[in-house]
């Protein structure tokens, strides 16, 4: 395997601590529960709470259509990743699978940079997301200053450790699974008073082609769905990750595809598709639409910390992907330290929240988030490809493996959606990779550098 030279570390410091017997210095402490809820919060995060009417202006009344066939492009991927985690259990996600795959620096680097700009990408926008319409429910305040605010508070919370995250992480969910199903009964209601209109579920979009919509609508869709990612980068905390990876994966991808179905089903009959995308709140008007008296604070205050849940749970997978990459020699070696009684990745956490603060004074929720998707397209992409070119590297472990035909059908699917990104979210994109290809450059300069400095003089 190529990696970039290491230097001994320095006894005192973290990165000289010990690791377990798995090989990694972290606590093995997430359980099939935890796991199981991690994968699930973070994908039922803002995506639901804050795009749907976005959706509803690509797909008119047809909500649920997109939804299921991003759910379906995504379990391609998935599967991928299931054999991949379970076969390298590292943490560094995508980047780490490249490296082995590749055997090119720039490329691993490239796929990991994409990782981390998605990831801080998607927490500035939940950020703002946060500090928007919902929130202006109890109070109105300056978006910019209370999403920063957000985001170190978040970074505090994962800065104490992984378990008390993830703890805090099951409540969240919990809370923000109550909204969706609060959604899902207060239309079942309606309909069942006569109300509502279910004709409307079979509306396409105005002017627009049905394929043609559904295809569009499953690029904002997708986003629903990549939450699934993070997981990747917390395997090294994950106990028995061969057997309880797998399965809480898949079973947290389909148990989110069915909430969205259902609540898209629910959107469309208590709204029509020109009022759910003229709010901003859709989720809200939706209940409100249905007239069961759910107060505009409490399902203000749910959706509050779905879009919360989704941030903590995102730069948790950010600050152990920026970790996981210093580990392997892809970044500074400083973001592999650890705190000495925590263990948890401090600098990390610090560097990412930081570039997550600056990117919130920059950018709109919808073009953040078609740019996350663009962004981890090639990222699954990599990592569909990784799978068939690492089938010749045996493993001394079991692990999971799927079938051949799905990493072919990902590695599809990520072009299809490809194909659908706007020229804008293109630029956007290209100017970020391009950042990331510089500072690449930057860093192995830096390394050569030090390494003329260290050498032996004759």
Request: with cysteine.
């Amino acid at each position: 395997m190529s990696r970039s030279p290491e230097r001994a570390p320095d006894p005192s410091s973290d990165a000289a601590r010990p690791a377990d017997a798995g090989g990694t210095r972290l606590r093995r402490v997430v359980t099939g529960p935890m796991l199981f809820a991690f994968i699930l919060g973070d994908v039922l995060g803002a995506g639901v709470y804050a795009l749907m009417g976005v959706l509803s202006d690509r797909v008119g009344g047809m909500l649920w259509a997109p939804l299921l066939l991003a759910l379906l492009l995504a379990l391609l991927t998935a599967g991928s990743y299931a054999e991949l985690v379970t076969k390298y259990p590292r943490a560094g996600g995508a980047a780490v699978f490249a490296e082995r795959a590749f055997r090119r620096p720039l490329v691993s680097f490239l796929v990991g940079f994409s990782m981390l700009a998605a990831g801080v990408t998607s927490a500035a926008g939940l950020a703002i997301a946060f500090a928007g319409e919902y929130l202006s429910t109890f109070a109105r305040l300056p978006t910019a200053p209370v999403a920063i605010a957000f985001l170190a508070v978040v970074a505090l919370l994962n800065a104490r450790g992984i378990r008390e995250s993830l703890r805090a992480n099951l409540v969240m969910t919990a809370i923000e699974v109550s909204g969706l199903v609060v959604v899902v009964c207060a239309v079942a209601a309606l309909v069942a008073g006569g109300g509502g209109e279910l004709a409307r579920v079979g509306e396409p979009p105005a002017g627009a082609g049905v394929a043609g919509a559904i295809l569009a609508g499953a690029v904002i869709a997708y986003y629903s769905f990549v939450g699934f990612e993070t997981s990747a980068n917390v395997v090294e905390e994950v106990a028995d990750p061969t057997r309880t990876y797998p399965r809480a994966l898949f079973a947290a991808l389909l148990a989110a595809g069915l909430v969205y179905v259902l609540v898209g089903l629910a959107s469309a009959i208590a709204l029509p598709a020109d009022e759910l995308a003229a709010s901003s709140g859709p989720l809200l008007a939706v209940v409100e639409a249905t007239g069961v008296g759910v107060p505009a604070w409490a399902f203000s205050a749910i959706a509050l910390v779905a879009v919360a849940n989704g941030a903590l749970l995102t730069m948790i997978m950010t600050s152990r992907l920026a970790y996981g990459m210093a580990d392997q020699g892809l970044l500074p070696g400083a973001l592999a330290r650890v705190l000495p009684r925590r263990r948890t990745p401090w600098v990390a956490i610090v560097a990412t929240t930081a570039v997550a603060a600056l990117l919130v004074l920059v950018g709109d929720l919808a073009t953040l988030a078609e740019t996350v998707v663009l962004l981890l397209l090639f990222v699954f992409l990599s990592a569909n490809v990784s799978v068939l070119v690492l089938r010749r590297d045996r493993a001394e472990h079991p692990h999971f493996r799927v079938w051949t035909f799905v990493p072919v059908l990902g590695i599809g699917s990520c072009l299809l959606l490809l194909a659908q990104q706007r020229p804008v979210v293109w630029a956007f994109g290209a100017a970020l990779l391009a950042l990331g290809a510089v500072l690449h450059l930057l860093a192995r300069w830096g390394d050569r550098a030090r390494r003329r400095r260290d050498a032996p003089r004759s």
